[in-house]
């Protein structure tokens, strides 16, 4: 999980061997500034029950797996942000 990322990221291995096929390339903002552009689709999504009909996924480099914040909100497991102290 990474509350400050949009997107949800997997494999494209992944995604591809799901027939989860690329809808747009989108410009992604990565954490360290840098912008990249890559492949988007829309994956069904699963997790302890909670499920996420269609929700935005990135067609990722191998070995990241992120939960972003979009699909977070549609499986209603938002993070509770806490105020700094």
């Not at 999504?45 to 935005?56: L, Q, S, V, W």
């Not at 699909?71 to 938002?78: C, F, I, K, P």
Request: aromatic content about 4%; some cysteine.
């Amino acid at each position: 999980m990474d509350a400050g990322a949009t997107y949800t990221v997997l494999p494209a291995s992944v995604l591809n061997s799901l027939n989860v096929t690329p809808t747009r390339i989108a410009r992604l903002k990565l954490a360290d500034s840098r912008v990249a552009e890559r492949a988007l689709g829309e994956a069904g999504i699963e997790i302890e029950g909670f499920r996420a009909g269609a929700t935005p996924v990135v067609f990722g480099d191998e070995g990241v797996y992120l939960l972003g914040s979009v699909t977070m909100e549609q499986l209603g497991l938002a993070p509770t942000m806490c105020p700094r102290t």
